[in-house]
């Protein structure tokens, strides 16, 4: 298997890959880090051309790439950066401005044109063996890359999953007419895109985020793909084992943006129902829109004496909080794979969550708690029961911890470059198949 393995490296080694990753940055998490984490490890074996429109908040803003390209350039890796024409901006004022945020999609469709010139001019004069369209993970705007007639692999893809009802319609009103939009303008799009009709059609390998997403490409397009998390671990996986020695609180923690999507309200009802909150403490690291409510909340049922509002902290310290912590809690409302899950797992630290989207397949019954959804009282009640349980039987957090350091080997990145190896033969051989 050893000589295999090595052999395949060897075989692929430098090819010259031309990579689509929109947003890029080696600071931020989410979407940033997806392409920035790929290339850094998959310029180890290959020549990759980095097409890229973002490294900061704004559509076109690169300046840190182009910073941090100047300073620590990469072996093997020729960042190529596309800047917003005044179309562009013009199209995503009202985006930036926040008065209409989907008018991204419109602006982001304008830029992906500008980025498939640049992709053409570069094919004039440099040879590319295969191309990969690692972001955006959205499958919304597929681009035009795969126009250029090469080997094309995309992804990994989501986003064609809706919001469970039962969780939006509980929501603030412009939170539910937020979600129902999304879902409905995504249902129209899911059925009569015909970009990404014609984009599947061209994908020589399709690489879906979650398994419920792998399933809506195939039933609705017949599009076979490969399960694959956007991101996976890139640290070493350690765990603080004296957090276990004689406790006297059992840490929970919530970390991200704190928005109706985010739905750490749901989370806050569930402490409600706890009778004995003694022996636990909530830090919610995180800044938002919701923030301010969420804290309301909490002051008007007597649970501020439990929960730490951190808001947005250092990298460092919110580290510390992780490595403290005995359980991460996600009950949000819609996600891909969140950061925050590979985080919590080169920690140790087992996550309860709501039993969808990508947590639904990298959370299993031996690394952490998954809550089905039926209903929102559902939802509340059993996340309380679960963490009374909890609490009643601290050992299981400890063990939970353990099943985390199995689970998480299954997601690092050692393993995670010889697989995407392997995709780039894949990709070729169907490209070579079909061109016949």
């Known amino acids: 298997y050893k000589r295999q393995k090595y052999g395949l490296i060897i075989k692929l080694l430098h090819m010259n890959i031309l990579v689509l990753a929109a947003f890029i940055s080696p600071t931020k998490g989410s979407e940033y880090s997806v392409g920035w984490n790929y290339v850094k490890h998959m310029s180890k074996y290959n020549n990759l051309t980095v097409v890229y429109g973002a490294s900061g908040d704004v559509l076109g803003d690169c300046s840190e790439m182009k910073q941090y390209d100047l300073e620590h350039p990469m072996p093997h890796v020729k960042f190529v950066a596309v800047h917003a024409s005044k179309t562009t901006h013009t199209l995503n004022y009202l985006n930036r401005k926040g008065i209409f945020p989907y008018s991204f999609y419109v602006a982001f469709k304008s830029w992906q044109k500008q980025a498939y010139q640049v992709a053409m001019e570069l094919m004039e004069t ?107 671990i890139d640290a070493e996986i350690r765990v603080n084992e004296e957090k276990y020695c004689r406790p006297d609180t059992y840490n929970f923690i919530i970390v991200g943006r704190q928005d109706d999507r985010k739905n750490s309200l749901l989370f806050l009802r569930s402490l409600t129902y706890i009778k004995d909150k003694r022996n636990l403490h909530v830090d919610v690291v995180g ?130 470059e010889l697989v995407i190896l392997d995709f780039y033969r894949k990709t070729i051989d169907s490209f070579n198949k079909h061109s016949k």
């Open 126 to 232: 440099e040879h590319f063996d295969l191309c990969h369209m690692v972001g955006p993970i959205g499958y919304r705007e597929p681009g035009y890359f795969w126009k250029l007639g090469l080997p094309y692999m995309w992804g990994p893809v989501g986003g064609a999953n809706n919001s469970p009802w039962a969780l939006v319609k509980h929501l603030p009103w412009k939170g539910r007419l937020k979600h129902i939009f999304r879902s409905s303008v995504n249902t129209l799009q899911m059925y009569s895109s015909g970009r990404v009709k014609k984009a599947l059609r061209a994908t020589d390998l399709l690489l879906t985020a979650t398994t419920e997403n792998q399933r809506k490409f195939y039933e609705l397009y017949g599009k076979e793909s490969i399960y694959l998390p956007e991101n996976c």
């Open 287 to 416: 800044d938002g829109p919701a923030r301010e409510a969420l804290q309301e909340f909490s002051s008007q049922n007597g649970l501020d004496k439990i929960i730490t509002w951190h808001g947005q902290l250092p990298r460092a310290k919110a580290i510390q909080l992780f490595n403290n912590a005995h359980i991460q809690v996600i009950t949000s409302i819609s996600e891909g794979n969140p950061t925050t899950i590979w985080e919590a797992m080169s920690y140790g630290v087992p996550t309860l969550s709501l039993d969808h989207c990508g947590m639904h397949d990298t959370i299993d019954d031996e690394s952490g708690i998954r809550i089905p959804i039926h209903s929102y009282e559902q939802c509340v009640k059993d996340i309380a029961r679960a963490i009374e349980n909890l609490l009643e039987h601290p050992a299981r957090f400890k063990h939970l911890s353990e099943g985390v350091v199995r689970r998480a080997e299954q997601y690092t990145w050692n393993k995670r």
